[in-house]
C-alpha cells in the first residue's frame, strides 16, 4: 500500500507527507503516544506535581462537603446517597443511626480542617517562592523589581484627586486639636521624677572646642606605671584625679597602685 503511493508521488513535500501519514498510522495500531503539535516549543508548566495533588485533594473535599451538606439537609436522592456511603465506608457508621447528623457534622469539620491545612501548604510555598525570585531579582536586576511591584490600578498615569480634597484630609487630623489620654502609668512616672534634680546647663563656647582641640592627645600612647589598672587613662584634670587614684586603688587591692601625679596631664 505504501508503495503504491509513493510510486504516485511527483515531489518531495507529497513524499514527505506520505511518510508522516504512515508513521501516525503505525502509530495508532501500536497504541504509542504522539506528540502534542508545538510541544517542542511551548514551556512546561511551573506549577509542581505535588500542589496538582494537593489542588485535586481540595476540590474532591469540598465537592464532598457539598454531598454531606445536602443530604443532612434532607436530600435522599440516589447519587447523594451513594456518596455519603462511600464517604463512610470503612467505619461503623450507618446512615440509618439516629446521631448520623452529628456524625455529618463531625465528618464536614474534618474535611474543612483538612481543607483549610492543605490551602496553607500551599500559601507557604507560595510565600517562599515569590520572597525567592524577589531577592533573586533584586540581585540582578532591582529596576524590574520594583517595576513588577507597581500597581496599575494605583501607579496608573490617570488623573490625581484634587488639591483641596488634599488639603482639606490632612487638616483635618492635624489641625483639629486632640485630647490624647496617655493613662494612669504617666502620671507614676511623673510622680517618680519629680524628685530627680535636674542638672545644670553646660554651655560650650568655642574656647572651649579649641582648648580641647589643641589639648587633644589620643594619638599618644602613655606607658603608665606598674600597677596602674587603666593604661588609657591620658587626660586627668585636678577634680578627676582623686577619683581616677580611688578607683585604680580599690581595682588593684594595692595601696601601692595609686599613679603619680607626673602621669596625668592637667591643663594649664
Known amino acids: 500500500m505504501l508503495v503504491t503511493y509513493l510510486e504516485a508521488s511527483r515531489d518531495l513535500c507529497?513524499?514527505?507527507?506520505?511518510?508522516?501519514?504512515?508513521?501516525?498510522?503505525v502509530c495508532r495500531i501500536i497504541g504509542a503516544k504522539l506528540p502534542m503539535a508545538g510541544r517542542a516549543t511551548t514551556q512546561s508548566s511551573a506549577i509542581p506535581a505535588w500542589r496538582k495533588r494537593i489542588e485535586d485533594r481540595i476540590a474532591k473535599a469540598r465537592a464532598l462537603i457539598g454531598r454531606l451538606t445536602s443530604f443532612r439537609?434532607?436530600?435522599?436522592?440516589?447519587?447523594?446517597?451513594?456518596?455519603?456511603?462511600?464517604?463512610?465506608?470503612?467505619t461503623n457508621i450507618s446512615l440509618s443511626q439516629p446521631d448520623i447528623t452529628q456524625k455529618l457534622t463531625e465528618r464536614i469539620d474534618d474535611l474543612k480542617q483538612k481543607i483549610a491545612a492543605w490551602g496553607k501548604r500551599i500559601r507557604r510555598f507560595t510565600d517562599r517562592s515569590r520572597r525567592f525570585n524577589q531577592n533573586r531579582?533584586?540581585?540582578?536586576?532591582?529596576?524590574?523589581?520594583?517595576k513588577s511591584l507597581e500597581r496599575p490600578k494605583v501607579c496608573g498615569a490617570g488623573q490625581g484627586p484634587d488639591q483641596a480634597d488634599i488639603i482639606a484630609f490632612w487638616r483635618g487630623l492635624?489641625?483639629?486639636?486632640?485630647?490624647?489620654?496617655?493613662?494612669?502609668?504617666?502620671?507614676?512616672?511623673?510622680s517618680q521624677g519629680a524628685?530627680?534634680?535636674?542638672?545644670?546647663?553646660?554651655?560650650?563656647?568655642?574656647?572651649d572646642v579649641a582648648e580641647a582641640k589643641a589639648y587633644n592627645v589620643s594619638h599618644q600612647k602613655l606607658h603608665a606605671p606598674p600597677g596602674v589598672c587603666d593604661s588609657n587613662l591620658k587626660v586627668v584634670n585636678a577634680n578627676q584625679l582623686p577619683v581616677a587614684v580611688g578607683a585604680c586603688?580599690?581595682?588593684?587591692?594595692?595601696?601601692?597602685?595609686?599613679?603619680?601625679?607626673?602621669?596625668s596631664r592637667v591643663p594649664p
Request: cysteine-free.
Open 73 to 90: 439537609s434532607g436530600n435522599n436522592r440516589p447519587r447523594i446517597m451513594r456518596t455519603v456511603r462511600m464517604a463512610f465506608a470503612g
Open 195 to 207: 524628685s530627680v534634680t535636674p542638672m545644670d546647663p553646660i554651655t560650650v563656647t568655642p574656647e
Open 174 to 190: 492635624w489641625s483639629e486639636p486632640v485630647n490624647h489620654s496617655e493613662g494612669p502609668w504617666m502620671e507614676v512616672v511623673a
Open 249 to 263: 586603688g580599690s581595682d588593684s587591692g594595692d595601696s601601692r597602685a595609686q599613679p603619680s601625679t607626673r602621669y
Open 137 to 146: 531579582l533584586f540581585q540582578s536586576d532591582q529596576k524590574r523589581l520594583y
Open 14 to 25: 507529497e513524499t514527505d507527507s506520505i511518510l508522516f501519514g504512515a508513521a501516525v498510522a
